[in-house]
């Protein structure tokens, strides 16, 4: 029995996922259509680091100073509105000194960290209470969309694939003549994790200089993407 099989990609340095394939025997005709759906949701959520640190002589002295703080901090951030607070680090290091091909210790450093979840709307109240309460380091604020817009633009994203596909199948067997029947056979292919997008780490100003203006944090926009296979009998 002979077997045709005719490839067509459709548009100039397109990946695997555009390519439209036919192939035809005697008994089954079906043509694989590939397409792509992107959907752009707004940013809404913060991930923030917050940070006490403390160096003294003695570890239990650094540890002790550093809690005093890192209490106070907290105490503060409880008092936003946030999402969520979890502990993320608790600390105590060593401080070396090098000199004349010798070491020694000159001191410790404690560190006590929380992770908070907000919205964005609410990040720069946090940050501004957080530093003003003794926060040394606020690092890296993650933006993301919420799980909830994530989810409705997956939806999305998986229906423009799939009209994507069947339009670059329907061009195809247009072009030669034919007609798609029916529908044999739909892939989803969407690995969507979230990527929290990371900002540059913060310097933090003097809370008691009243010329410094109020934190603002600028949402962006996350990606949601879907590909999507269809095999079509013809």
Do not use: C
């Amino acid at each position: 029995m002979k077997k045709l099989l005719l490839a067509i990609t459709l548009g100039t340095g397109l990946f695997a996922a555009n390519a439209t394939s036919i192939s035809a025997d005697n008994n089954n005709r079906t043509i694989i259509g590939n397409g792509h759906g992107q959907v752009e949701i707004p940013q809404k959520i913060v991930l923030i680091s917050l940070t006490v640190s403390e160096t003294a002589k003695k570890p239990q002295d650094a540890q002790e100073q550093a809690l005093q703080k890192f209490e106070q901090v907290l105490s503060a951030v409880k008092q936003t509105q946030t999402l969520a607070i979890y502990s993320s680090m608790v600390s105590v290091t060593p401080n070396w000194s090098y000199a004349d091909n010798q070491s020694k210790i000159t001191g410790y450093t404690a560190n006590y960290s929380i992770q908070v979840k907000s919205s964005i709307t609410n990040s720069g109240t946090i940050i501004d209470k957080a530093v003003a309460n003794g926060a040394s380091i606020v690092g890296n604020p993650q933006l993301s969309a919420t799980d909830k817009d994530r989810a409705e633009a997956q939806l999305q994203a998986i229906k423009q694939a799939t009209q994507d596909a069947k339009t670059r199948a329907d061009a195809a067997l247009s072009a030669l003549g034919l007609k798609a029947k029916s529908i044999r056979q739909i892939t989803i292919q969407n690995e969507n994790q979230p990527h929290p997008i990371a900002m540059p780490r913060m310097a933090m100003m003097k809370a008691t200089d009243s010329t410094v203006p109020a934190t603002e944090i600028i949402a962006g926009t996350d990606t949601i993407t879907a590909d999507v296979s269809v095999v079509i009998d013809y």
